[in-house]
């Protein structure tokens, strides 16, 4: 909140309930022209349309979520999260 980013990546994935994803640490979004170098942020462009609000929170939605957590997990806890994100629509 302190950023005005926006939730990504495993901080996402806990907001959005996603099975067998641990939060390790909080990750965000912010706008390619921020400031300063930050651990866990992510400088890019979100389309309005691939983020949502949950519990008061600007996050990615569950695609996008799904699409950042490729790179960081396992390819197991990657599908549960799919099979989570597909049961919860």
Same mark, same amino acid.
């Given at each position: 909140?302190?950023? &005005? /980013? ?12 996603? &099975?067998?994803?641990?939060? &390790? /640490?909080?990750?965000?979004? %912010?706008?390619?022209? =921020?400031? /300063? ?7 890019? !462009?979100?389309?309005? @349309? ?5 519990? /008061? $929170? =600007?996050?990615? !939605?569950?695609?996008?979520? $799904?699409? !950042?957590?490729?790179? =960081?997990?396992? &390819? %197991? ?5 799919? @099979? =989570? ?5």
């Amino acid at each position: 909140m302190a950023t &005005d /980013g926006v939730a990504s990546h495993h901080f996402a994935a806990v907001l959005l309930g996603l &099975d067998a994803v641990r939060l &390790d /640490g909080t990750w965000t979004t %912010l706008p390619p022209t =921020s400031n /300063g170098r930050r651990e866990r942020v992510s400088r890019r !462009d979100l389309a309005p @349309e691939r983020i949502v609000t949950v519990a /008061g $929170l =600007s996050c990615t !939605d569950g695609f996008q979520t $799904l699409l !950042d957590l490729v790179p =960081s997990l396992p &390819d %197991l806890v990657w599908e549960q999260a799919l @099979e =989570s994100a597909l049961r919860k629509r």
